[in-house]
């Protein structure tokens, strides 16, 4: 068995994928067994071509290749690659992303050394090298209604600074997909990613619910470790892709607290986004999704195809 397996999800954007995989091969020392496993989530074929070839030019024997043939999304790309992983601990880790150092090290030595963790997170940095956001506070009415800001302002233990930067490991709700590292034992206990959702706010219910269901399912930004992300290379900006965003939101709401918040902040979204299209008519398909109540059904996930 593997120390850590990172699974690295490609879709359309093999450049990235590869230029991912060498940061992982070049920053990683040799004390941690790691092993990657690169999920092809169902991209062109000749996109798929050059990522194959460029895997077999590193002639690493640890790299394993798999390709599904219908776009699973991000939560169902990560379960498809855990199916290959033999690791202790899984990195889920964007494509879009080049190890700053040796995150794999870092974040391994704090999730053996403290037994009250199951995830965590190393800190998020852009292209430009600026510290960015690296963890959130759980999807709840209350953040939506009242923005992140208020909650830290009036409950600054629970809800740290987002802005701040931290240099010691700071325990927070949850952290972003774009790095995630978990014990496989706390990510097996509650199923992994929920792939009923297709894009957007999986590490948010998987948090959540590895912090409901374990004594010892603490979630950690570990600023020792730091990787640039360069954000939304596998999805371009579409409304289809923001009426994502909201589908999921809603789902996760309603999943993790019940009827009636959905109700509410679906109802209040409703009445915002119909002002809105008056002066911006193109968020109309918003306005609609919400009053349709966002239902799953219409994600994108329901919309593909089987190569």
């Not at 219908?70 to 379960?79: A, C, P, S």
């Amino acid at each position: 068995m593997k120390d850590i397996s990172a699974i690295v999800i490609n879709y359309n954007s093999s450049s990235f994928t590869i230029n991912c995989i060498k940061s992982i091969l070049e920053k990683t020392s040799e004390n941690v067994s790691y092993e990657i496993i690169v999920v092809d989530n169902a991209s062109k074929a000749e996109d798929f071509e050059t990522l194959k070839l460029g895997i077999e030019a590193l002639k690493k024997t640890h790299i394993k290749l798999v390709r599904s043939r219908y776009n699973t999304g991000f939560g169902g790309g990560n379960m498809y690659g855990v199916q290959f992983a033999n690791g202790k601990h899984y990195a889920f880790i964007n494509n879009d992303t080049v190890l700053k150092n040796d995150c794999l090290d870092i974040v391994l030595k704090f999730l053996e050394s403290h037994a009250n963790a199951a995830v965590c997170c190393p800190q998020q940095y852009n292209e430009k090298g600026e510290v960015q956001k690296s963890f959130d506070h759980f999807l709840t009415l209350k953040r939506e209604l009242f923005g992140r800001k208020i909650l830290e302002k009036t409950n600054p233990k629970k809800y740290p600074q987002r802005q701040k930067v931290y240099n010691a490991p700071l325990k927070v709700q949850s952290v972003p997909g774009s790095f995630l590292v978990v014990k496989a034992e706390n990510f097996h206990k509650v199923g992994g990613f929920d792939t009923n959702i297709f894009l957007y706010y999986e590490e948010t219910d998987l948090c959540y619910r590895i912090a409901k269901n374990s004594n010892n399912g603490d979630c950690y930004l570990v600023p020792e470790g730091q990787f640039i992300h360069y954000k939304g290379q596998s999805t371009a900006k579409s409304m289809a892709i923001k009426k994502e965003l909201k589908i999921s939101l809603l789902y996760v709401l309603r999943k993790n607290s019940g009827y009636w918040p959905y109700q509410i902040l679906r109802w209040w979204l409703t009445v915002k986004f119909f002002f809105k299209m008056l002066i911006k008519p193109k968020s109309f398909p918003l306005f609609m999704s919400f009053l349709k109540g966002a239902p799953i059904s219409d994600s994108l996930k329901q919309k593909q195809t089987i190569a």
